[in-house]
């Protein structure tokens, strides 16, 4: 028998998300980001669910290797770009887009003798200071692209923002203002927005929208979920009780005895630990659902193993245990342990079993 710890992931949510954004950006086109294996939810699954996007976002050249194994004829776009110049074949071979947002990387362009053109996307560093060229280069680095035979004439420009997902941050407007400004003589179409933009700033939807988060129906904002967004959760962690027990007040569970029973009480126990991707970090009082009822973990998370209050409840061993989804929003899962919604969501192991459901 296979271990009970599943994650159902909802292909309907996943297309249902997708319209929602497609309506928030208007005329806008739709690149779906897919990396981290689709956030946890499974690269190839979420492509083949979101194939009406018009382009896939990706982190390495290998998650195009495997989009196109899979089928995806879309646009894919390597976020990072290349690493080295060997990759420039790859991205040809494989019909990848590159971002550009590094001297060495135009270099490695300018110096490669195959001249089959490369579509490119250029990015901009406008406060992110991750990744990018200074604002001011912005005429200079699109010349140089835009002279190059072995660079598609059609350049995006792109840049990311730092604070999308807070709402009154002034950052965020002095961005729009340093890219308008930076890309006004310019004539590639642009992209600024994330999905918290896409929520929180209007103004910088643009030609083209990224998307992650809310396609897996994830927060972007702090304090909300995905569903107060008006987005579905694509993935629900269930697993089932293996055990149901009768603890003596005083009595204390699990590694290093951290937490003291009040009163005489049943704990259930359910097979679930971070060897599955349930956060080591979870505390006591973490909620879980048992039978559509909210009860909260007690103790330490182990690795196969967490121990839960069943007190008020009428559970039973086999029981299902719903870890978080539809009916208990991730984010309350990661509030509890002190991270965020994607951290928990791209966590998942190769233990864990992944079906797919229609709805």
């Not at 669910?49 to 879309?74: K, Q, S």
């Not at 121990?307 to 539809?326: F, N, S, Y």
Request: net charge neutral; with cysteine; proline share 4%.
């Amino acid at each position: 028998m296979s271990r009970a710890t599943q994650a159902t992931i909802h292909l309907g949510a996943l297309r249902r998300n997708l319209a929602r954004v497609r309506e928030r950006a208007r005329d806008g086109n739709v690149m779906a980001v897919v990396k981290a294996d689709g956030y946890g939810h499974g690269l190839e699954r979420v492509a083949r669910a979101l194939r009406g996007a018009d382009a896939f976002g990706v982190a390495a050249i290998g998650d195009g290797l495997r989009l196109r194994a899979a089928g995806i004829v879309e646009r894919v776009v390597v976020l990072s770009g290349p690493d080295e110049p060997a990759d420039l074949s790859e991205f040809r071979r494989l019909r990848l887009d590159a971002v550009i947002h590094h001297e060495s990387q135009v270099g490695w362009l300018e110096a490669d003798g195959d001249a089959r053109p490369i579509r490119v996307w250029l990015k901009l560093d406008t406060g992110m200071h991750r990744l990018g060229f200074a604002p001011e280069r912005a005429r200079e680095i699109f010349a140089r692209l835009r002279a190059l035979k072995n660079v598609d004439a059609d350049i995006t420009l792109m840049t990311h923002f730092a604070a999308s997902d807070e709402f009154e941050n002034p950052l965020n407007i002095e961005q729009i203002a340093r890219f308008d400004a930076a890309t006004s003589a310019l004539d590639g179409k642009r992209t600024l927005s994330n999905s918290a933009a896409l929520l929180g700033w209007p103004q910088s939807r643009s030609d083209w929208v990224r998307v992650g988060g809310l396609l897996y129906g994830l927060s972007v904002v702090d304090g909300k979920s995905g569903a107060d967004l008006g987005f579905e959760p694509a993935m629900t962690l269930t697993t089932k009780l293996i055990a149901v027990n009768r603890v003596r007040k005083g009595e204390r569970i699990g590694y290093a005895a951290t937490y003291e029973c009040p009163e005489d009480m049943p704990v259930g126990v359910a097979a679930i630990g971070y060897g599955d991707g349930y956060p080591r970090s979870a505390q006591s009082g973490t909620p879980v659902s048992v039978n559509g009822h909210r009860v909260p973990i007690v103790g330490r998370v182990s690795m196969d193993l967490i121990a839960i209050d069943l007190r008020g409840i009428d559970a039973k061993v086999g029981d299902r245990v719903t870890l978080w989804g539809r009916e208990l929003p991730v984010e309350d899962v990661a509030r509890h342990a002190g991270t965020i919604s994607y951290d928990l969501t791209c966590g998942m192991t190769k233990r864990v079993m992944f079906v797919e459901d229609s709805d």
